[in-house]
C-alpha cells in the first residue's frame, strides 16, 4: 500500500474511532446467536441448482428464494423480463443516507459432474468439521469456524449473498441501520457471460448506478487478511481440432502410417509455452498495460504466501518460479482447459488411432489486451507451426488433399480486463473499514477472475471495488467446492462494517 493510501487509511480509523470497535463487537455478538440460521440458510440457497442455462426451470427456483430472502429483510424487489436467469434488483433506502452503495453478486455456477464430488452431492449440501461430517440435528447451534460447508456455489457466489443479508440483520438487531442506500444486483448469468446484465447496465445504468460499485466475488489472499480488489482480468477461449485420416483406423494396420492428431497436437500445444510456463506466442505479452508505482508497492506489502501454497495445492514447484502469484495475476495467461482424442479415457477402449483430437484453450486477459486480438496471435502461432486453419467448420476434401496439417479452430466470445486506480477516495474509505486491529486488507490490482467489472467501471463511470469473503482453497468451479465457515462468519462482520463506512 502507497504511504499515502496507508495515511488515508489510518485517519479514517480514528475518525470512526469507538463506533468502529462497538459496531464489529455488536455484529459478532449477533452471529454467534444465530450461526445455525445462518448456516440453514445458505443450505438451503445452495441446494437448489443453478447452472445458467435457457430453459433450466432451476433458476426460476433461485430467483424466487432469492425474492423472499430479500423482501424478508425490507428489501424492495424487481427482476429483468428475461425468461431465463433474470437479473434480480434489490434495493433498501435507509435514513439520513450518506449516499448508494451497488454491490453486486451472481447467483448462477459452473456446471458439474455428480460422480466427482466426494463429499455430498453438488446440490445436497453438508458440513464436515476436522473431525468429520456434522449430522446437523437439533443440538447444533454453533460450528468450528474451521468447518466447511460442501456444495456447488457455496462459495461462487450464493455465501457472499447470505453475508450481506447477515449483516443487514446483525445491524437491525443492534438497532442500526445501514449508514448508505443499497443497491444489491443478484446477476444469474455470470459463469455464462452475464448478458442479461451487461443489457440492464446499458439500458437502464440509472437502476444500477451509486456512489460505489462493490463486486463481491472470489477469494480472499492465501495469508487469510481481508482483500480489496480494483480490477480483473478478462477471457477469452477457444477449440483447436487437429485432423488425422477421415475416419479411426485401426493401430495395427495403419499404425506408422496415419497420422496421429493425438500426438501432432500434443505436440502443437508443447510448442506454445517453454519448461518454465512462460508463453512463446509471438506478442503474447506486448500489449500489457504496466503497474503504477502504487500497485506495484502494494503488491510487495502481501504476505508472501508461495510456500503455502506449495505445500497446500502439492505442487512442488509453480510456473515461473522467480515470480510471486501477486505479480503473475497481471500477467495473461494460457491454460489448456480440456483435451479429448478417441472418446477419452472412460470411453470402452479400442485399438484405433483416432481421426481427430481436440483442445479447449483459455487465456485470462489483463489490462490493455484486446480479446479477439489476443486470439488472433494464437490462430497466428498455429499456423506457423505449418498447420492450414479453417475458423468455424470442418475442413473440404480438397483441403484435406492439399494439406499434409489441419487444424480447426473455434473461436468464443471474450471480455476485455478492467482495472481502476487504487487512490479513489471511496476505495480507500473500504479500504479503512476493513481495517481492524493494525491489520490492513491485502490489496490487489487485479483479481484473478473475469466478472462484468467493467458494467460499473468503465461503461457506468462508477468508482468501483471487490471485496473477497470466501477462503482461498474454496475448490470454486470444480467438484467439492466449499466455504469455510469461519470466513463467513468474518465476511458478515467485513460487510456490516462497510454497510455503516464513513464517507
Keep these: 500500500m502507497s504511504q499515502r ?13 469507538v463506533g468502529a470497535s462497538a459496531r464489529q463487537s455488536l455484529t459478532g455478538a449477533w452471529r454467534a446467536q444465530h450461526e445455525r440460521q445462518v448456516v440453514d440458510e445458505l443450505m438451503a440457497l445452495v441446494a437448489i441448482p443453478n447452472v445458467a442455462g435457457p430453459g433450466n426451470p432451476d433458476m426460476a427456483r433461485n430467483v424466487t428464494r432469492l425474492t423472499e430472502m ?53 446440490f445436497a449440501p453438508c458440513v464436515v468439521g ?44 443492534a438497532g ?21 446484465f451487461r443489457r440492464l447496465g446499458s439500458e437502464r445504468g440509472g437502476a444500477i448506478a451509486g456512489d460505489l460499485a462493490i463486486m ?23 477449440t483447436v481440432t487437429v485432423f488425422g485420416a477421415r475416419g479411426d483406423l485401426h493401430s495395427g ?16 500445444l508443447a510448442s506454445m509455452k517453454d519448461d518454465n510456463g512462460r508463453v512463446l506466442i509471438d506478442g ?8 503504477t508505482p502504487t500497485e506495484s508497492r502494494a503488491l510487495d506489502a502481501a504476505p508472501n504466501v508461495e510456500n503455502q ?70 490462430v497466428a502461432h498455429i499456423r506457423r507451426q505449418g498447420y492450414f486453419v479453417v475458423v468455424d467448420r470442418d475442413p473440404t476434401d480438397d483441403e484435406r488433399a492439399t494439406h499434409p496439417r489441419l487444424a480447426r479452430v473455434d473461436r468464443r466470445q471474450g471480455t476485455a480486463a478492467s482495472r481502476v486506480s487504487m487512490e479513489d477516495p471511496m476505495g480507500r474509505a473500504v479500504v479503512a473499514a476493513l481495517s481492524r486491529n493494525g491489520m490492513t486488507p491485502v490489496l490487489l490490482p487485479t483479481l484473478g477472475g473475469s466478472m462484468p467489472f467493467s458494467t460499473f467501471s468503465d461503461q457506468l463511470k462508477m468508482p468501483t471495488i471487490g471485496i473477497s469473503i470466501v477462503n482461498y482453497d474454496n475448490n470454486q468451479h470444480g467438484p467439492d467446492e466449499n466455504i469455510r465457515l469461519g470466513n463467513l462468519w468474518e465476511g458478515i462482520e467485513m460487510l456490516a462494517n462497510v454497510l455503516t463506512m464513513p464517507r
Design 70 to 122: 430479500f423482501r424478508r429483510r425490507g428489501f424492495a424487489v424487481e427482476t429483468t423480463a428475461d425468461a431465463a436467469s433474470p437479473v434480480i434488483l434489490a434495493t433498501l433506502a435507509s435514513p439520513q443516507a450518506l449516499g448508494t452503495l451497488t454491490l453486486y453478486i451472481h447467483y448462477d455456477g459452473q456446471p458439474v459432474t455428480a460422480s466427482e464430488w466426494t463429499r455430498c452431492g453438488p
Design 253 to 268: 494396420n495403419y499404425g506408422n502410417w496415419a497420422p496421429d492428431p493425438s500426438m501432432r497436437l500434443a505436440q502443437l
Design 176 to 196: 442500526r441501520a445501514p449508514a448508505w442506500n443499497l443497491k444489491v444486483v443478484l446477476d444469474g448469468q455470470e459463469e455464462a457471460g452475464s448478458a442479461n
Design 309 to 378: 501454497l506449495k505445500k497446500d495445492f502439492g505442487v512442488a514447484q509453480p510456473e515461473r518460479p522467480e515470480e510471486r502469484l501477486e505479480r503473475k495475476l497481471n500477467t495473461p495467461t494460457l491454460s489448456i482447459l480440456a483435451m479429448e482424442s478417441g472418446g477419452g479415457l472412460n470411453a470402452p477402449a479400442r485399438s484405433a488411432i483416432p481421426r481427430l483430437a481436440a483442445a479447449r484453450l483459455e487465456m485470462r486477459l489483463v489490462n490493455g489486451l484486446v480479446p479477439a486480438q489476443q486470439a488472433d496471435l494464437v
Design 130 to 173: 476436522p473431525r468429520g461430517p456434522i449430522t446437523l440435528d437439533a443440538s447444533v447451534t454453533t460450528f468450528d469456524p474451521d468447518a466447511r460447508l460442501y456444495g456447488r456455489s457455496a462459495a461462487d457466489d450464493k455465501a457472499p449473498i447470505v453475508a450481506l443479508l447477515g449483516a443487514v440483520d446483525a445491524l437491525k438487531a
Design 284 to 291: 503474447f505479452y506486448s500489449a500489457v498495460t504496466p503497474l
Design 216 to 238: 463481491l466475488d472470489g477469494p480472499r489472499h492465501p495469508s487469510g487478511r481481508p482483500t480489496v480488489y480494483f480490477g480483473v482480468r478478462g477471457g477469452v477461449g477457444m
Design 5 to 17: 493510501l496507508l495515511t488515508v487509511a489510518a485517519a479514517l480509523i480514528l475518525a470512526a474511532g
